[in-house]
């Protein structure tokens, strides 16, 4: 097992929901409440050290249960490794989790992507607004019940 796995069974035994490995691979999937403690552990940790946040991600499962989920890309340059942490949601039309820009600044411009891409609101963020769709576009067109030729 990974020793960020084993790091959060630790220190948050009750927020770890599963941990699997796939080719080398390790996914942490984990409740949402506690994502901003979770990722300042990863971070600030000497043995994980993931300082680099590469890629946050909204999901959509439709029609599982939930529906909605968020994936963070995690990279350590000084141990050389990665993690993938995952996150499911409330399954409802104004999905939420807290905003992770305060652990990693480079979040911010992700977590918009996700908000106007798939809906998902990142509580705190500094600057929740849409990136890719016009300001006044209805709707989240990377949601699997989103029109394929628009509405």
Known sequence: MSKAAELLQEKFPEEVVEVTE????????????RIVDI?????DTPETSFKYLSMVAGLDYLPQSPRFGVVYNLYSHRNHNRVTLKTLL???NSPAIDSV???WSTANW???EAYDMMGI????????RRILMPADWVGHPQRKDYPLRGK
Do not use: M, N, Q
């Not at 080719?23 to 984990?30: A, D, F």
């Not at 990722?39 to 971070?43: A, E, G, M, Q, V």
């Not at 609101?121 to 929740?128: E, I, Q, Y």
């Open 22 to 33: 796939f080719r080398g691979e390790t996914t942490i999937t984990v409740k949402p409440g």
């Open 39 to 43: 990722c300042k552990t990863l971070r």
């Open 90 to 92: 409330a399954d409802d």
């Open 101 to 103: 820009v305060p652990v």
């Open 110 to 112: 992700h977590e918009r």
């Open 121 to 128: 609101r990142f509580k705190g963020h500094p600057d929740l």
